[in-house]
């Protein structure tokens, strides 16, 4: 995916103007030629390729991105926390999902350590396709809870 290609999709994106500001708020930028070469780099830098798609993007205190890659085509998440969230809180969630991953339980594999991005950090995941659940829904979270 080339820098305009990136630039449509993600003004596209834009056409809700709450989801500028959580980029904005996130990411301290929402010019999409700066946050496709943030992406790109971050890519470069932690799995050594490129960016060759983006599959989805959802924000909501955060911001996350399903990106297929230019080496073997496989796919990933960047995952970009909010910057309210401490970087101690945010190794401890990598450490305990790396865990879980380890005992197989269904949880992406880490893929990177958090890393500065924007404004906080991020880092990146295996992306596990399945159906797309809301969990900001209060019965969805009331299950969750008393999965676990």
């Known amino acids: 995916?080339?820098?305009e290609q990136f630039v449509?999709?993600?003004n596209h994106y834009f056409q809700d103007d709450q989801l500028k500001l959580i980029f904005q708020d996130v990411l301290s930028t929402d010019d999409p030629k700066k946050v496709y070469l943030l992406?790109?780099?971050?890519i470069i830098s932690h799995l050594s390729t490129?960016?060759?798609?983006?599959?989805?993007?959802?924000s909501s205190i955060g911001v996350v991105f399903g990106l297929r890659l230019s080496n073997d085509g496989s796919t990933t998440v960047l995952?970009?926390?909010?910057?309210?969230i401490p970087?101690?809180?945010?190794?401890?969630?990598?450490?305990?999902q790396a865990?879980?991953?380890?005992?197989?339980?269904?949880?992406p594999k880490v893929l990177s350590s958090l890393f500065p991005f924007g404004l906080g950090y991020a880092g990146f995941y295996e992306l596990i396709q399945g159906i797309e659940e809301?969990?900001?829904?209060?019965?969805?979270?009331?299950?969750?809870?008393?999965?676990?």
């Open 99 to 107: 865990l879980f991953y380890s005992e197989r339980f269904l949880a």
């Open 50 to 58: 490129e960016l060759e798609e983006v599959l989805f993007i959802q």
């Open 134 to 148: 809301n969990a900001h829904k209060p019965a969805k979270r009331h299950l969750n809870y008393f999965h676990l």
């Open 39 to 42: 992406i790109n780099q971050a």
């Open 79 to 84: 995952k970009v926390y909010s910057p309210r």
């Open 87 to 96: 970087k101690t809180y945010l190794d401890q969630i990598n450490h305990y």
């Open 8 to 10: 449509t999709f993600l």
């Open 1 to 3: 995916m080339n820098t």
